[in-house]
């Protein structure tokens, strides 16, 4: 009964933007926390950012400044802003809901703590 659906990824050169968005559809919950992840070709799939209902945010390292999480309530849909974009983003970005309304320390990037997932919608970023 819940979907999650991204949108907005695409193929783009370096130092280009890109914005991506998530909305969650049959979720009663909808104070979760919410994030991006990606997973890279053969990669494992890592944490992008993540942010509460109350939008506190939390960025990996490697995109930080970079990109910008933010997030409509009333929607229910959430945006990853990416600007200075580099071919090592290429990857495919999920949006996911977590099971909780935050998370401690570093957990907000344990895949684990998401309940739902959407499909993924692929972002290339070529040289």
């Known amino acids: 009964q819940v979907h999650v659906v991204e949108s907005g990824g695409g193929s783009v050169q370096a130092r280009e933007s890109l914005t991506l968005s998530c909305t969650v559809s049959g979720l009663t919950d909808n104070d979760r926390a919410m994030a991006w992840f990606r997973r890279a070709d053969g990669a494992p799939r890592e944490g992008v950012s993540e942010?509460?209902?109350?939008?506190?945010?939390h960025y990996a390292n490697s995109v930080r400044d970079r990109f910008t999480i933010s997030r409509d309530n009333a929607k229910s849909t959430i945006y990853l802003e990416m600007s200075s974009l580099k071919p090592e983003d290429t990857a495919t970005y999920y949006c996911?809901?977590?099971?909780?309304?935050?998370?401690?320390?570093?957990?907000?990037?344990?895949?684990?703590?998401?309940?739902?997932w959407g499909q993924g919608t692929p972002v290339t970023v070529s040289p």
């Open positions: 996911a809901v977590s099971r909780h309304r935050s998370h401690l320390g570093s957990s907000w990037s344990d895949s684990e703590n998401y309940r739902y």
């Open positions: 942010i509460t209902y109350d939008k506190e945010t």
